[in-house]
């Protein structure tokens, strides 16, 4: 059964700080894993889909990396804003291949 | 703003009352999905409609009842619910039924059972 976890559980850092956010998955035979943003009270936001053959996905100061073999993914966000405070949470195929799995998220506050 | 608009933003029922979530998308996708996600916790997912049709039903009791008139509409119908049914509802939909397409979210129902 997939499960999938995020370090950290919260994150506060000051505006202009890179930052790193980690998604680990256990069964590691995926096509693809999904980076979610949700603010508090709304839906989700669709960040990136990274695709297992790309490795790498970018969007604008978003950088996302999956690593199939280490069952791991980050998300890397560049120069910080008060404005990326959010619960962010990664989701990964289940076993089945029929619906992602998400993790518990880490939720972000950049302080101005 | 969303792409998929739910209806409506919040709902407060008692357990005797029926009661109905909506859920619209006009971009052209074809499949549609229904999750729970409780206070703190990650969406957990309830159905997926694929082509109109429902494809998956996580074991959910029968006191929610989706329907899915055409593939633009995606409704939950709601009967005798129970206080920890209590959560936001979020619908989404993605342009295949597989996990190759990104998912696209509403920004829910707040749902309150008295």
């Known amino acids: 059964k997939q499960e999938v976890t995020q370090i950290p559980a919260a994150l506060s850092v000051p505006e202009g700080e890179n930052l790193v956010l980690n998604c680990s998955f256990t069964d590691s035979a995926i096509y693809n894993l999904q980076w979610f943003r949700q603010d508090p009270g709304k839906g989700l936001t669709s960040l990136l889909l990274?695709?297992?053959?790309?490795r790498e996905q970018t969007s604008g100061r978003l950088n996302a990396s999956l690593d199939k073999s280490s069952g791991r993914s980050t998300l890397y966000i560049a120069a910080s804003q008060p404005g990326d405070s959010a619960t962010y949470l990664c989701?990964?195929?289940?076993?089945?291949?029929?619906?992602?799995?998400f993790g518990p998220g880490t939720r972000l506050s950049v302080l101005p | 703003d969303t792409e998929v608009t739910q209806t409506p933003k919040h709902l407060v029922m008692g357990m005797t009352n029926k009661k109905s979530l909506k859920c619209e998308q006009h971009m052209g996708h074809r499949a549609m999905y229904w999750y729970k996600q409780k206070a703190k916790k990650p969406p957990e997912l309830m159905f997926v409609y694929s082509y109109e049709k429902l494809s998956i039903n996580e074991s959910v009791p029968s006191r929610f009842s989706p329907e899915c008139p055409n593939s633009s509409l995606l409704n939950l119908h709601l009967h005798a619910l129970q206080p920890e049914d209590s959560a936001l509802y979020l619908c989404?939909?993605?342009?295949?039924?597989?996990?190759?397409?990104?998912?696209?979210f509403g920004n829910g129902t707040r749902l309150t059972v008295t």
């Open positions: 989701a990964a195929p289940d076993n089945y291949g029929q619906n992602f799995v």
């Open positions: 989404a939909s993605s342009a295949r039924d597989t996990i190759n397409s990104p998912l696209h």
């Open positions: 990274i695709q297992s053959s790309q």
